[in-house]
Structures are given as structure tokens and as C-alpha cells.
């Protein structure tokens, strides 16, 4: 059997102080700076080019330990008004109100820009964890990176609807093609013959897992269903 893939360990994270040192200020003043507070303009300058060079990103938890927040756990959907991710939303929070979390809710309309959005929120935010609840298929490989990005960073993943494997990451799904194989067989053991396979426009990875199962069923049996009955 083929070996998971390793994880990495999470990166260093970049300090405050670490920002201070290099831009030769106290850490009260990379604070100031960060918060727009009352600071000499050359040195806020000097400042922001430290924390641009270095990709500093504020730990915005130290904050939140001080005003006792609960911790955070990021969950994106694709359609809120979808009844199923509706439904996944209810319970996460149920569960993470349980636990003590807070919910950190993102909505991307089927659109990779705005996931990739989501995810330098969760990143910047320092959340505790992420749910990635989007169909396999919106653009992942331009999302690829930024997943990675969260890993090294130690903000575990867990994905719903799409595979993780290639990349370390928990997932959560349903087995399409088993489904949809199961369903085909029903409808030929009743006598029907003339099936046809109809699913939305996006080429989500969903889609050809059930356009699968159908069709290895109908193997089984001699038959397919044809192009135009698709």
C-alpha cells in the first residue's frame, strides 16, 4: 500500500520581536505601527518595509487571550443557501459553541478568488483550525498553495466533499460513484433500460465520480448511457 504522504512540520512564525530587531525598534513600537498609533514617520516607514520583506503576519490570538476570546475555527461553504451546506453550518456551530469555539463563517459562491480570500482571513486571524467545505474542482489548483500555506503555518485542514490526499489533509465525504451505482442498479432491476444522467453545468469533480458510477453499473449489465442522454 502506498505511503500517506508526509506532513511538514508547522514553519517558525515570524514575531513581533523578530520585526523589531530588524527594523532596530522595541516591540512596543512595531505594536504602534501595526495599530496606527502615535509613531515618528521615518520610523513607520522603516517598519513597513521590514514587515513587507518579511510577510510578517500580526498573532492577532495574543490579542484575543488578553480580552479572553474563544478560540476560532474557520469554516467556508460554497452556497449558504444550499439546504446541505445550510445544514452543515447549523451543526459545526452546535458543535464548536460546545466545545468552546467561535465560528469564523466564509461564503465563496462557487468563486476561487473568494475562498482564497477566506483562507488569508483564517491565516491572518491565526484561527485555530479550518473547514473546507467547497466541491472538488473550484480552481484547486491555484488553492493548492494556499492550503499548504495554512499547514506550514499549523492551522490544521479538514475537508468536505473534495480529497485530501495528496496533500495531507483530512476529508469527509460520500461515496459518489457507489451511490449513483447503487441508484442505476435499482432502476434496471424495476426493467427500466433507457436511463439518462442529468447534473448541473460546473465540472466539479462530484459530477464525474456520479457520471462514473452510473456508467460501471450499466457496464455490468451490457449497457451505457449515451452521450445525448447526458
Do not use: W
Not at 500517506?4 to 504602534?32: E, G
Not at 484561527?127 to 474542482?137: D, F, H, N, Q, V
Not at 424495476?190 to 442529468?198: D, E
Request: glycine content about 10%.
Amino acid at each position: 500500500a502506498p505511503m500517506p504522504p508526509r506532513t511538514r512540520s508547522p514553519a517558525p512564525q515570524l514575531t513581533i520581536h523578530d520585526v523589531a530587531r530588524k527594523a532596530r525598534v522595541s516591540a512596543a513600537t512595531v505594536s504602534r505601527v501595526l495599530n496606527a498609533g502615535p509613531v515618528r514617520a521615518s520610523t513607520r516607514d522603516r517598519v513597513a518595509r521590514i514587515i513587507r520583506k518579511t510577510g510578517f503576519v500580526p498573532d492577532l490570538r495574543a490579542s484575543s487571550l488578553k480580552r479572553a476570546v474563544a478560540p476560532r475555527i474557520g469554516l467556508v461553504v460554497a452556497d449558504i443557501e444550499n439546504p446541505s451546506y445550510a445544514r452543515t453550518v447549523k451543526h459545526a456551530f452546535e458543535v464548536l459553541k460546545q466545545r468552546g469555539c467561535s465560528m469564523i463563517l466564509g461564503h465563496t459562491n462557487g468563486q476561487a478568488d473568494e475562498e482564497a480570500n477566506f483562507l488569508a482571513l483564517v491565516r491572518r486571524e491565526r484561527a485555530a483550525g479550518a473547514l473546507i467545505c467547497t466541491p472538488e474542482g473550484e480552481d484547486d489548483e491555484r488553492l493548492k498553495p494556499l492550503y499548504r500555506g495554512l499547514q506550514q503555518a499549523g492551522i490544521p485542514l479538514v475537508f468536505f466533499g473534495k480529497h485530501g490526499e495528496d496533500l495531507g489533509i483530512d476529508s469527509v465525504g460520500v461515496d459518489n460513484a457507489g451511490g449513483m451505482a447503487a441508484g442505476a442498479e435499482h432502476l434496471l432491476a424495476s426493467g427500466r433500460r433507457r436511463l439518462a444522467f442529468l447534473s448541473g453545468a460546473n465540472p466539479f469533480g462530484v459530477t464525474d465520480e456520479r457520471l462514473r458510477g452510473v456508467q460501471e453499473a450499466l457496464a455490468r449489465h451490457g449497457q451505457q448511457v449515451p452521450a445525448a442522454r447526458i
